[in-house]
């Protein structure tokens, strides 16, 4: 009998990525490669060619992913012309909710790049959140007689006007940006993972595909800093991206690197890329070593 030979890679990918489920029981080969078909069958592209070949194709369309890197690299810049080329090219509309940039400084620092967002905006096809309100609300909110905590109403606030807006345009893409802004209140491991995994299940309730901006602590050779904290978003994100500024010989490059993509066949080498006036370029023919 002929036997559908998979990549033993792939399978155990598949593995983990039901391990994470914790779906605890062995589950067959056909169902695994079922699930892996199913999970590759659609792809949201970023529309940044070299990017889209490392990812073979794009982002899995519905799913949330990590961009991760240090201030600087370019994480607000590269969300932003995944949205940007989703109006312009694949005709999905966007939603930015943004936990730092006021909207004015947003708009002007992506007009450089030729994003005219106010345009957008009128043209009802993209939305800016402006949460950054949500950091300095008091230690304690009232809702009529029901007192809550400021973390809880964050959270609460945030994927409530972030999913009014995506059903106001019908948005197919968001970007949260950045993360951290919003995460660093929970000063629990619990706490953090809870409110990292409600965040994703309401983006994942809203149908679109989303990257969320995090800005990681990583040493300039390479070396991840992995501290427990760090990792978590990585772990709960469907796909990282990691963005990075490495020392090679004399000079500092720039430096793209695909971590995971859950049950996703991905090109994991790092590769250079570059921040030019027409936004981000990615070189994934070229190495760095
Ligand atoms: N026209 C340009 N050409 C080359 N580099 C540029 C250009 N415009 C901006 N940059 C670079 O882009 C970077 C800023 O990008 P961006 O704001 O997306 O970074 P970020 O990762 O979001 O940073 P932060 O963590 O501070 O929010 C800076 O390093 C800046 O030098
Ligand atoms: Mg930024």
Redesign the pocket.
């Known amino acids: 009998m002929y036997r559908l030979r998979f990549h033993q890679q792939w399978l155990s990918t598949v593995r983990n990525e039901i391990a994470a489920k914790d779906i605890s029981h062995e589950r067959p080969d056909f169902w695994l490669i079922g699930a892996y078909l199913l999970s590759t069958s659609e792809r949201t592209p970023i529309g940044i060619a070299g990017l889209d070949e490392i990812l073979t194709g794009g982002i899995p369309t519905g799913r949330v992913v990590l ?1 991760a ?12 012309q995944f949205l940007v080329n989703g109006i312009r090219m694949y005709r999905e509309n966007a939603v930015f909710v943004s936990l ?2 006021n909207k004015q400084h947003y708009f002007a ?1 992506m007009t ?2 030729g994003w005219d967002l106010a345009e957008f905006e009128e043209q009802r096809k993209f939305v800016f959140v402006d949460a950054s309100p949500i950091r300095n609300v008091p230690g304690e909110v009232r809702i009529g007689k029901i007192a809550i905590g400021k973390r809880d109403f964050s959270m609460l606030s945030l994927i409530e006007t972030m999913a009014s807006a995506v059903k106001g345009v019908e948005a197919r893409r968001i970007v949260i ?2 993360i951290g802004a919003l995460t660093f209140q929970y000063p629990e491991l619990f706490q953090r993972r809870n409110a990292v995994l409600d965040l994703t299940e309401a983006l994942m309730g809203t149908g679109a595909t989303c990257m969320m ?1 995090s ?1 990681l602590r990583r040493a300039t050779g390479g070396e991840a800093d992995l501290g427990s904290e760090v990792q978590l978003e990585e772990y709960l994100a469907h796909g990282v991206i990691v ?1 990075q500024t490495r020392q090679i010989g004399r000079s500092l490059v720039r430096v793209l690197l695909v971590e995971k993509v859950r049950v996703t066949p991905v090109d994991v080498q790092p590769h250079p890329y ?4 027409t936004g981000i370029e990615v070189y994934s023919k070229e190495s760095i070593f």
Do not use: A, H, R
């Not at 570059?274 to 006036?277: E, Y």
């Open positions: 961009v890197g240090g201030p600087g690299t370019g994480k607000t810049i590269l969300s932003t730092d940039e620092e450089k790049f940006d950045p901006n800005e963005l570059k921040i030019t006036g």
